[in-house]
C-alpha cells in the first residue's frame, strides 16, 4: 500500500465519487478501519482530512469491499471527479471555455501560416497589422472579384470608384484623405518599393507545426493575443492571410475608394453577412460580381 496516497484537496471527492459509484456505505468502510460512521463521513464530506495511513486504510476498505485494486480505485476515483465537475458547469462558461479554446487554435494557425512568409513580408505585414486586420469579408470578396476582370475593366471600376469617393464635400473629404493617408496611402507607398514575387499558394497546401517562434513571429502572436480583435478577425488572417499579402498597389487603392465611400454613403443595404455597406458600395459589389461572372464563363466558351 505504500505509495497509495490521494493529494489531501482531493481525497473527499475521490472518496465520495467510489462510495456513490460501488454503493458502499459509510458504516462498512468504519467497520473495516476501526472507526465511526459519523468520522467516515466526514472525511467524505471533507469536513475532516485523514492523515497518509489513514488515507490508505480507508482506500484498502474500499478496494476491498469493490473488489478492485487501490491504484484502479484512485484513478477511477479522479476521472469520476473529473466528469462530474463537468456537469456542473453553466452554460455561459461552456461557451466561454468553447470560444476561447477556438480562439486560441485561430490565433495559433494564423502563426504557423505567418512563419512561412519570407521575412521582409513578415517585417511589412507587422508594419500594418491593424490595416490587415480590419478588413472585412466583404471587402476582400471585392478585391478577389476585382483582380478577376481584365485590366481595361479594371479601370473602368477603379474610375467609377474614385469618382464615388471624391465626389463630395471639401471639408469631409479633407477629414477622410488624412486618415488615407496614413493607412491606405502609406502602404500603397510601400508596395511600390517592392519588387515582390507573389507569394504561391502551393507552398501553403501543408501547413507545418512550429517548433520555436521567431522573434518576429512571436511579435505577430502577440498581436493577434490582442483582446480588441475579435475571433472572426483572427480566422480571417490566418485563412486569408496569403491573399492579403499578394495585394497590389491597385488593390489597395481600390480599397482606399471603397472605405472613402463606406463612410460618406446613407445608403442602407446588407451585404451577405449582414454588414450595412449602403448602397454605392452595394452596387460596386454587384457589379463587381457580375463582371467576374461573365469573366469566368467567357472562359469556359459559354459566353
Known sequence: MSGIIVEEQSFASVLKSLMKKYRISGQKIADRIGKSQKTVSRYANGEVVPKK?????VLQAVSEIAGYSTEELVAEGKEIKRVWELKTVTLGSARREAYKERREQAEKWAVRVFALLPEEKQRFMLDFFDLYAELKMYEMEM???FRRIPAEKEQVIMDVA???AMRK???KKDALEQYRALKYGEVCNRISQYQWEPESRDKYLEIPELEEETELESKFARKLADKSLELGQIQRL???LVDMINYRVEDWRF???IQVIYVQDEGTNYT???QIVGDEVYML???????AEKQYLSGYGIC
Not at 495511513?53 to 486504510?57: A, G, P, V, Y
Open 285 to 291: 459589389m454587384c457589379w463587381l460580381e457580375k463582371l
Open 272 to 274: 451577405r453577412d449582414y
Open 162 to 164: 474614385y469618382f464615388l
Open 238 to 240: 490566418g485563412i486569408r
Open 53 to 57: 495511513k489513514i488515507q490508505e486504510q
Open 169 to 171: 464635400d471639401q471639408e
Open 255 to 257: 480599397l482606399s475608394y
Open 143 to 145: 478585391v478577389d472579384n
